[in-house]
């Protein structure tokens, strides 16, 4: 994965801490696919540690990943795509966030 795909990747899980720091809205529903909401957890837990500017900055990007995850799972060739993207995903941030 490039540096440029790594960063989106990073701002967009930086949108979900911020999002899911909210204590009174529910918690978003999962995408349905195994790795993409291991990836999404690991994510949110991830930025959580951010300072405030990066998680403000990240927000719009990882609403927008995660708003296209739970589209795509809404086939079963979207699902199965999303399997190979959101491991990809995940081996994308395990430098930044073991």
Known sequence: MNKKSLVCVLVLGAIAAVTACKKDEPAAPGIGVAECDAYITKYEACIGKMGA??????????????????????????????????????????????
């Open 53 to 98: 500017a990066a998680k403000s900055a990240a927000e719009p990007g990882f609403k927008a990943q995660r708003d296209a995850f739970k589209q795509a799972a809404g086939t079963p060739a979207g699902k199965a795509a999303l399997s190979t993207q959101c491991k990809a995903a995940m081996d994308a941030i395990k430098a930044t966030c073991p």
